[in-house]
């Protein structure tokens, strides 16, 4: 495998919180273009993980890269190359639709013209084109969903992180969500995503299940079907979480 | 950069339900109405009269502290006992007592002593309230000795006060220029602060966090606009000074701004810092209201420094709100110049460098 085609890596990368290892060693790569599904039950330590490769927390050891650039040092070079959506819905509800798209076109460093064409372009790929001027605090919470995925890969990042994204949202919204994932890596877009619903890991090209802080399965879903014996991704899931010491929170 | 994030906040501040109308509703608050009610002079203080002389100067005197203002005479008692128990009973604030060879003293040998007896619980009209009859009754003894043909000049209570810069005492004028300094410390200060902590807690700081805005830049895109807001609404209120209250700075306006522009810097700065250290707006609002009321009670916005004990004047040494009310003040009121103000100057630069290089280092975008 080429260098060139690893977006993603990590080697014995560590959170430590005083005594509680949040993260604990990991190693894995992510290539270009992959859908990379990051499992565990909660509290295993995904979005911890996720944060250090975002550059929003800092590593206790280990090395992390994320397109080319090392998390622990140039973490501003990383930021310019991801995007990020977190759990928490995080778009500016007193701002509508069009400034939302603007404010962080803008601070990706994009000129105003390229912010307005791709802003027509999004809607209409999007279906919003009504709902420009809305305020995005009154739009239902899918459609928020769905328009905070596409600001956030507006700025054409080498990677995505996508924490949780469709917690919440119904199934043919879910449909649309995964839609919109699989044109992002048709552009050449590296996916990173963490999930709690197990058909949705099933359309990761390669998926990582975290438990207790440390990753003890990955593979293609295929593959980890047939290690484990499983008919689903969700009985594979099973029977590595219930080993799982730490408790959920 | 800074342009879409500067745009986006004005956007949301005049968007905001309430932070327009409040713009809107301190400075009409502070201008119109504290001026009035934040007053400390004193006035229809209730006098009882024990006069055992009773004749004609003696009663002259009475009428002339009656005629002003400041005193209501509610009535006349027979003997100081009487009206020890009208204080008790809080009829009366103040007691003046007059012997009974008062009249006679007076035109003999000019030299007599009236008593006057104060309660004292309300320590500010007490002492207000005896110096105010302690000088009507000196004016009245220099009226009579001119009246009776005899050489002018030797009174009998040597009381000599002057008044210097406001000249008519007016507590207005005093109150005006410090009140505008609280103005500016809520809304350059405190205000850009609660919204950094409101967007911790609402979460969107966190999309900020991972974009490769740099922290200086973010944290200006909060400042600037309520700098704006701050020298626009302090325009204003210099403004209204000048129409309502006739009150015109005697020194140069200039020195002014060039003061709050440094002031605004040292609030914001201090208002980051705080914003770093709080997650949520509840414990932001509380230790924000600890500052508050330190820096505007130790400050000589209400009470003098002067009268402060030692400790607690040591203790605002390091209160930025006192120099910059020192500042407002003598350029309003005497006409200082920058270069009265040199130490002011000095002591505000260093707050600003002090709070500013705290607000940069304690900004974190990741833990």
Redesign the interface.
């Known amino acids: 495998m080429n260098d060139e085609d690893i977006v993603i890596h990590t080697d014995k990368l560590r959170k430590q919180f005083g005594n509680f290892v949040a993260v604990e060693d990991i190693s894995f790569d992510v290539k270009k273009g992959e859908i990379f599904g990051f499992l565990g039950a909660n509290g295993a330590g995904k979005t911890t993980a996720m944060r250090m490769l975002c550059g929003l927390s800092y590593p206790t050891s280990g090395i992390a890269t994320v397109a080319g650039f090392d998390v622990s040092k140039h973490q501003e070079e990383v930021k310019k190359n991801i995007g990020y959506m977190s759990q928490k819905f995080s778009l500016y509800d007193d701002l509508k639709v069009w400034e939302n798209i603007r404010l962080f076109g803008g601070i990706y460093g994009m000129k105003s013209a390229k912010i307005k064409t791709k802003t027509d372009e999004i809607l209409n790929e999007l279906g919003l084109e009504n709902e420009r001027n809305k305020f995005v605090g009154e739009l239902p919470l899918g459609w928020k969903q769905k328009l905070s995925f596409s600001i956030s890969i507006f700025h054409e990042p080498k990677v995505v992180f996508l924490d949780e994204p469709t917690g919440g949202v119904d199934p043919v919204t879910r449909r649309h969500f995964w839609e919109l994932i699989y044109k992002a890596v048709s552009r050449g877009i590296t996916i990173f995503v963490t999930t709690h619903y197990m058909d949705e890991a099933e359309y990761c090209n390669r998926v990582s299940i975290m438990v207790d802080g440390k990753i003890k399965a990955l593979d293609s879903p295929s593959n980890l079907k047939q290690e484990f014996g499983a008919s689903s991704m969700e009985q594979v899931f099973f029977r590595l979480a219930r080993e799982a010491e730490r408790k959920g929170d | 950069?800074i342009?879409?994030?500067l745009?986006?906040e004005f956007?949301?501040i005049f968007?905001?339900k309430f932070i327009p109308k409040m713009l809107i509703m301190m400075p009409l608050m502070i201008m119109f109405v504290l001026p009035w009610a934040a007053n400390q002079e004193v006035k229809d203080i209730r006098l009882g009269v024990v006069n055992y002389d009773n004749r004609e100067i003696s009663n002259r005197l009475i009428d002339k502290i009656t005629s002003s203002d400041y005193f209501i005479l509610v009535d006349d008692y027979l003997s100081a006992r009487e009206a020890n128990d009208a204080v008790e009973r809080g009829d009366i604030d103040m007691i003046l007592e007059i012997p009974n060879n008062f009249e006679k003293e007076m035109i003999r040998s000019h030299n007599v002593k009236v008593m006057i007896a104060t309660n004292s619980v309300n320590g500010t009209k007490g002492v207000l309230g005896t110096s105010y009859l302690s000088s009507i009754i000196n004016d009245y003894s220099n009226d009579i000795t001119i009246n009776h043909g005899i050489i002018a000049g030797k009174s009998n209570i040597n009381l000599s006060v002057k008044y210097l810069f406001n000249v008519l005492m007016d507590y207005k004028v005093f109150m005006i220029p410090a009140l505008i300094v609280m103005l500016l410390t809520m809304l350059s200060g405190f205000l850009p602060a609660l919204n950094i902590v409101s967007e911790k807690e609402?979460?969107?700081i966190?999309?900020?966090?991972?974009?490769?805005?740099?922290r200086l830049t973010f944290v200006l895109s909060k400042l600037i606009p309520y700098w704006v807001i701050g020298i626009v609404i302090m325009s204003v209120c210099l403004i209204v000074a000048a129409l309502v209250y006739n009150l015109l700075p005697a020194g140069n306006v200039f020195t002014i701004y060039l003061f709050s522009i440094l002031y605004i810097l040292v609030v914001s700065g201090l208002g980051i810092v705080l914003s770093n250290y709080s997650d949520t707006m509840q414990q932001a609002m509380f230790v924000m209201f600890f500052f508050v009321m330190i820096l505007m009670l130790m400050s000589g916005l209400y009470t003098p420094i002067s009268g402060m004990p030692d400790w607690a004047r040591y203790i605002t040494i390091v209160n930025p709100l006192k120099y910059y009310i020192e500042v407002m003040r003598s350029v309003y009121l005497k006409g200082s110049t920058f270069f009265d103000l040199i130490p002011q100057f000095y002591a505000l630069v260093v707050f600003a460098l002090f709070f500013n290089c705290w607000a940069v280092i304690s900004y974190k975008?990741?833990?």
């Open positions: 950069m342009r879409f994030l745009e986006k956007k949301q968007r905001n609402v979460g969107t966190e999309q900020i966090n991972v974009s490769p805005i740099n975008k990741r833990n």
